[in-house]
């Protein structure tokens, strides 16, 4: 494959222009402020190069991570860790079988001293790679959330050391699921002050979806939803429990407060949403004055369904995608809102001379991955349960709340005999202690649920490496089951609850499973899994 063979061009009609990035002096990473543009904005893309013989062909990209004075349309000036200087990062395209080979830089200053407890924040300018929801490998300098990509340390800065570097390699399966995915840094205790400053990138796996003749013939657009935490134009230092409760998130759409898409009456487009958040779950709808539009969803975190379907309301908790194809209705005003966000987080115009005839939507489609059978299970009696479960008032000092993973396997009592719910070490990631041991080739049912009773908390679940068919919510038998790789739980009385089959498949090594609520994960609720061979 050339650097452009079988990878579409119809993203890069309607794209911001980046300026010039150039190394400060201070560490920083300056750019020129780039005007608004009535365009709707899309991030870079990086596709792979041409490689000679039956090779795989590569996608070489350079993920540049420093503090960069960034203009955010529709707010101003802020400053903080970027990759490569935008919000969000630029988009990776590719297809299942290709190489993904990222060169990281680290430019952020050394890391503050720490010598406490790994389940507080610490080392906030390391960060690592985790591509979300992709089905590859957790090992070695593929998908691996264990590494650490350090700064240089203070003397090193002193006697003038070049900036470190580290290199992700990620061979994609030739049967990778084609689908919307994206990457973000996940170094335990500095994920979240880094995603709510904006690192976070789309990656794009294309396949025999994009040769449907409808889904060819629309707009394929990426619309990048960022959750940023501001102060006095910085993303405060995450110093406590109640860290950013009082600083209203900043939404962005591909790097703009509520940029404007503009489509003609009858036209369709491709959405592929992405939720990269942290702390707020998105639910979706497209709302105009004299009526709304309707989101015909195709995809669910990366994998294709059977045939669109309709929806009003698009649900995503932190680390969703969902493709949808939205059609222009009557001429006007539409905007794109989630509930519990203030403003919307874009305007569509729909707009000109109306299409004729009208773009029609596919009726049935290359379903993305085949379901899971509960007659394959391993051990029916033996099902594996997770519980989202926070305690108050455990620890002294600024993070006084203990986020634990309870159920099957939780991470052991340092005093076993004594009030659990007090304990320092019961049901919060260690390291050094293996939650759960999955076996290649297995197929296991799990129940995840929160005992969380406020409706406002959502607890996602999140497992690495592994998608999971979830076949019921709240007890209730779904029909389709939907494939996920993240799935919300809303607190409540009762929380909410979810059952999904998951098949341990192709690669060993160890992963996390974890809440997607950064804020919480950060702070222990995180487990540790192995896969291995049987």
């Not at 010039?20 to 990086?46: C, E, H, I, K, Y």
């Not at 109640?242 to 491709?270: C, K, Y």
């Not at 992405?274 to 709304?292: E, K, N, Q, S």
């Not at 999140?462 to 209730?476: A, I």
Request: glycine content about 10%; charged content about 15%.
């Amino acid at each position: 494959m050339g650097a452009s063979s079988g990878i579409s061009r119809r993203w890069v009609l309607k794209a911001i222009p980046v300026g010039v990035l150039a190394a400060a002096t201070d560490g920083a990473l300056a750019r020129p402020a780039v005007a608004a543009s009535t365009a709707f904005p899309q991030p870079v893309v990086s596709t792979p190069r041409a490689v000679l013989g039956p090779m795989p062909a590569v996608l070489d990209q350079t993920l540049d991570v420093r503090y960069t004075e960034t203009l955010i349309p529709g707010y101003g000036n802020v400053t903080t860790r970027t990759y490569n200087g935008t919000i969000p990062g630029p988009t990776l395209r590719l297809r299942a079988g290709d190489t993904l080979r990222l060169t990281h830089v680290n430019g952020l200053p050394p890391n503050q001293p720490h010598d406490g407890n790994h389940n507080r924040p610490h080392h906030a300018n390391s960060f690592n790679l985790h591509t979300h929801g992709m089905h590859v490998s957790p090992s070695g300098n593929a998908d691996n959330v264990l590494l650490e990509f350090a700064p240089r340390t203070a003397d090193e800065a002193s006697a003038g050391a070049p900036e470190p570097h580290y290199v992700t390699t990620i061979d994609v399966p030739a049967d990778h699921p084609p689908g919307t995915y994206w990457y973000h840094p996940h170094l335990h205790g500095a994920t979240a002050e880094q995603i709510v400053g904006g690192m976070a990138g789309v990656i794009v796996v294309e396949g025999d979806v994009d040769e449907v003749p409808e889904l060819k013939a629309a707009a394929d657009l990426v619309v990048c939803v960022n959750e940023l935490k501001l102060k006095d134009g910085k993303v405060p230092a995450f110093t406590a429990g109640n860290w950013v409760a009082g600083i209203p998130s900043t939404f962005t759409v591909n790097g703009t407060v509520n940029p404007t898409l503009t489509m003609r009456p009858g036209e369709v487009q491709r959405w592929r949403l992405v939720a990269a958040t942290a702390f707020t779950a998105l639910r979706l709808t497209v709302t105009g004055a004299d009526g709304d539009l309707t989101m015909h969803q195709i995809a669910q975190d990366g994998v294709t369904f059977a045939t669109p379907v309709a929806r009003d309301l698009v649900s995503l908790a932190m680390g969703n995608r969902a493709d949808v194809l939205v059609r222009g209705g009557p001429p006007g005003t539409y905007e794109l809102r989630a509930d519990g966000v203030a403003g919307p987080l874009m305007t569509i115009q729909v707009t000109g001379t109306p299409v004729e005839p009208v773009m029609q939507l596919p009726a049935t489609l290359p379903p993305g991955k085949p379901f899971l059978d509960e007659n394959d299970i391993a051990n029916p009696e033996a099902d594996r349960e997770v519980v989202l479960h926070a305690d108050p008032g455990v620890f002294g000092g600024a993070f006084p709340t203990a986020y634990r993973m309870l159920g099957s396997n939780p991470t052991p009592a340092a005093d076993p005999g004594g009030d659990l719910t007090r304990d320092p070490a019961y049901g919060l990631f260690d390291p050094a202690f293996v939650n759960h041991t999955l076996e290649l080739g297995t197929v296991e049912r799990w129940t995840v649920r929160t005992d969380e009773v406020r409706g406002a908390f959502n607890h996602p679940f999140h497992l690495h490496t592994n998608p999971m068919l979830v076949t019921h919510r709240n007890g209730e038998r779904l029909d389709p089951p939907v494939w996920h790789d993240t799935v919300g739980l809303v607190g409540g009385s009762p929380g909410d609850s979810v059952t999904f089959l998951v098949k341990y498949e192709d690669f060993t090594g160890r992963a996390i499973a974890h809440c997607h609520h950064l804020h919480h994960e950060d702070l222990g609720m995180m487990q540790l899994v192995a896969y291995v061979e049987p």
